[in-house]
Structures are given as structure tokens and as C-alpha cells.
């Protein structure tokens, strides 16, 4: 099983600023088979970012992804309000199970 | 566009068996290149991925949970459903359907998700 960890496990920063997501896989992982997405409270998680680095549909430009192997990163450029949530990654590899990471919470400093 | 809705019973007793069903609309489960997926979020944790269905009806499972789990699909109702044995309070959480890319993996669209508690 491939075990995704992120860090930090709560992000405090301030609407404008950057915001940077780090997620490590156990072993490599295909670049085209990781993913990021969002959950608010009380709301299904949102695709935000799939194959590491491609937005998707609806997804404003602030948002990227990037890194390969074992080393990926999701990247806010400058905080908007709404962007204050949860942030999950998710790799789907060659085998069963397809793992999420523990999540990262990003809270209003 | 596509959209999904789980249903089913939101309290289940322990040993018992947990079903939900995911009815999707603004698309056939029949047609690919999409895997049909069932994920569980206990209260305040994270994701955990179930399993899915493909639309010739093969299915994978999560090992951790697959001697419990079956996921099935209906093509005449445009459903999928989920069938988990034995539950325990361990068990309890919002159960969510996906779309899942057939190339990609990634869930791109979600239901909003259903509360099942298991307790007597």
C-alpha cells in the first residue's frame, strides 16, 4: 500500500499570502496518477488538481500542482477567503487500495 | 451534467449489514472510461477509499476491508450500490459516490454523501 503523508498538518496564514501543500508518497508514484482536491465543512471533497500539475474544470489559476516520484506539492498563489479548508491528495496506482493522504487543514491566521 | 445522490438507511446495528445506493443522472454508469467508487470520511478524519465498479461490472476493493464490502451496479436504474457485512461502530461515517477517471484515477465528481451510524 502506498501511504501519502502531508505536511503540515495545519497551515496558519493570512488572506494574500502563499500557501504551500507537501505531499510524500512511500514509494513512487506515476505524476499522472496523483490528485488534489478541497473539502469545506460539511461538503463532499472538490477536484482541484489531477496528473499533479493539470487544473481541473472551474478551477481558478491561483491554484497549481507539481512535483513527480515521491514529492508533490499544491501551491495557492495568493489567499482568497474561500480558500480557507481542508486539502486532501490521492494517488491511483497500478494497484489497489488508492490511498488519500491525512489531509492538511489551511485556517485563517 | 453529471450528478450523484447516495441513499439509504442512516443507522444501521452492529453485525449487521450496511446498503447504500448511488444513483447517478446526467450520465451512464455503462459507459466508460469512468470507475464508479464508494469512499468513507469517519467524523472529524480523513478520506478512505472503499472501492469501485467499472461498467462491464468488475469490481476492486480496498484489502482492508474486502473480505466485507461488495459493490454492485444496476444499469437499468443507472445506480451503483454498496453492501458492507458485519459493521461495527468503527464503521460509522459519511459515505460518499464518485466518479472515478478509468485513465487517471481522480474523483471528479462527488455526491454530497450520506451519515450512517451503526449503533443499537
Known amino acids: 500500500e502506498i501511504v501519502l503523508t502531508q505536511s503540515p498538518g495545519t497551515l496558519s496564514l493570512s488572506p494574500g499570502e502563499r500557501a504551500t501543500f507537501s505531499c510524500r508518497a512511500s514509494?513512487?508514484?506515476?505524476?499522472?496518477?496523483l490528485a488534489w482536491y478541497q473539502q469545506k465543512p460539511g461538503q463532499a471533497p472538490r477536484l482541484l488538481i489531477y496528473?499533479?500539475?493539470s487544473r481541473a474544470t472551474g478551477i481558478p489559476d491561483r491554484f497549481s500542482g507539481d512535483g513527480s516520484g515521491t514529492d508533490f506539492t499544491l501551491t495557492i498563489s495568493r489567499l482568497e477567503p474561500e480558500d480557507f479548508a481542508v486539502y486532501y491528495c490521492?494517488?491511483?496506482?497500478?494497484?489497489?487500495?488508492?490511498?488519500f493522504g491525512q489531509g492538511t487543514k489551511l485556517e485563517i491566521k | 451534467q453529471v450528478q450523484l445522490q447516495e441513499s439509504g438507511p442512516g443507522l444501521v446495528k452492529p453485525s449487521q449489514t450496511l446498503s447504500l445506493t448511488c444513483t447517478v443522472s446526467?450520465?451512464?454508469?455503462?459507459?466508460?472510461?469512468?470507475?464508479w467508487s464508494w469512499i468513507r470520511q469517519p467524523a472529524g478524519k480523513g478520506l478512505e477509499w472503499i472501492g469501485h465498479i467499472y461498467s462491464s461490472g468488475s469490481a476492486n476493493y480496498n484489502p482492508s476491508l474486502k473480505s466485507r464490502v461488495t459493490i454492485s451496479g444496476d444499469t437499468s436504474k443507472n445506480q451503483f450500490s454498496l453492501k458492507l457485512t458485519s459493521v461495527t461502530a468503527a464503521d460509522t461515517a459519511v459515505f460518499y459516490c464518485a466518479r472515478v477517471s478509468y485513465h487517471y484515477g481522480y474523483m471528479d465528481v462527488w455526491g454530497k454523501g450520506t451519515t450512517v451510524t451503526v449503533s443499537s
Open positions: 514509494q513512487s508514484v506515476s505524476s499522472s496518477y
Open positions: 446526467g450520465g451512464s454508469i455503462s459507459s466508460g472510461p469512468y470507475y
Open positions: 496528473g499533479a500539475s
Open positions: 490521492q494517488q491511483f496506482g497500478s494497484s489497489p487500495p488508492y490511498t
